[in-house]
């Protein structure tokens, strides 16, 4: 097969146009699978530390692929892998910057990840790239974006065949756009549908990285923000409970941060015995985790709980004090 160069600059990404440039060293699949370790390791990374050391990773991750993409010499499919895997990064990117950077340039990042992804040719890639603009687009209220994101995915995933992990994950992205705009029928059955995806995971041979995420805790917290935004925390609380009994030990953040969610929403409930119980569950494992949304999320714990004149909520609040701090971010 004959061999060629492309450049990554992002103008010439965005006009779809692969230069071709002076033969450099030679890029092999040894190669891609080295850059795709180290792709992979940022997801770890964020699953058990936080997008705050993941983000500083991934520059030096990302240089390797766009070194290898602009003066490297590969076949054209080593050069669809590279692109995948920089769609893959700006992906990450645009979910560091969910978690705790502007939105706009979030978004950027995201756009970035699509471009690289209809340049790989690899429809999970594309579908990665669109259920983190979906979160993005709810972020920025732009909810006619979101919802043209999620059938766009569900599109791709019945054209390539997509196994019922990477449909239960859009399904998850479609109720996430339901519970933004209100619509809580539309949420129900994109949940049901999420519900069908699960019980068919067993079946799944090949589950891309992106996709590992989502299992039994992520449709009970999706089913939790529904009734939370039907204004039922009551009915809400079982489905926290069960998310994080759900959720595999390797997701140390995720841990944290729906245990988070747990606490604040026992508190609003009166329940601050049992919320303070939870956060401190979470400080205990805060250490390690680096999350500005996390962060947020504790600290509005915080000022609430000054609400209660007992030694239980001082001390929590005291503890969250100490680990976060009160700054805004």
Request: hydrophobic share 40%; net charge neutral; with cysteine.
């Amino acid at each position: 097969m004959k061999r060629r160069t492309f450049t990554a600059d992002v103008g010439a990404l965005a006009a779809g146009a692969l230069v071709p440039r002076q033969v450099g060293d030679r890029i092999g699949t040894g190669d891609v699978e080295r850059l795709r370790e180290q792709l992979h390791s940022l997801y770890r990374t964020d699953h058990t530390a936080g997008s705050a050391p993941a983000r500083v990773r991934a520059r030096s991750v990302e240089q390797g692929i766009t070194q290898a993409l602009s003066s490297g010499s590969y076949t054209s499919a080593v050069g669809r892998d590279l692109q995948g895997m920089l769609s893959e990064l700006y992906s990450l990117r645009a979910w560091f910057g969910y978690d705790g950077g502007p939105v706009d340039r979030a978004r950027a990042a995201a756009v970035e990840a699509l471009t690289s992804a209809q340049l790989s040719g690899d429809p999970m890639v594309h579908i990665s790239a669109l259920e983190t603009l979906v979160l993005l687009s709810v972020k920025a209220d732009r909810t006619w974006e979101a919802s043209s994101a999620v059938d766009y995915a569900y599109r791709l995933a019945e054209s390539a065949g997509a196994g019922p992990t990477v449909r239960l994950v859009i399904a998850l992205r479609e109720t996430n756009v339901a519970v933004h705009a209100g619509d809580l029928g539309t949420a129900r059955r994109a949940l049901s549908r999420g519900m069908s995806f699960l019980g068919r995971m067993d079946s799944d041979t090949e589950v891309p990285t992106w996709a590992r995420f989502a299992g039994a805790g992520e449709v009970d917290y999706a089913t939790a923000s529904m009734y939370l935004r039907a204004g039922q925390p009551n009915r809400a609380l079982p489905f926290l409970r069960s998310t994080i009994g759900g959720l595999d030990s390797e997701y140390t953040r995720n841990n944290a941060w729906y245990r988070a969610k747990l606490a604040g929403v026992l508190l609003r409930a009166g329940e601050a015995e049992e919320a303070c119980a939870e956060m401190h569950a979470v400080l205990d494992r805060h250490d390690g985790i680096s999350s500005p949304s996390l962060s947020r999320r504790m600290r509005a714990f915080c000022l609430r709980a000054a609400e209660y004149d007992t030694a239980t909520a001082r001390e929590c609040a005291t503890r969250i004090r100490d680990a976060v701090g009160s700054g805004t971010v």
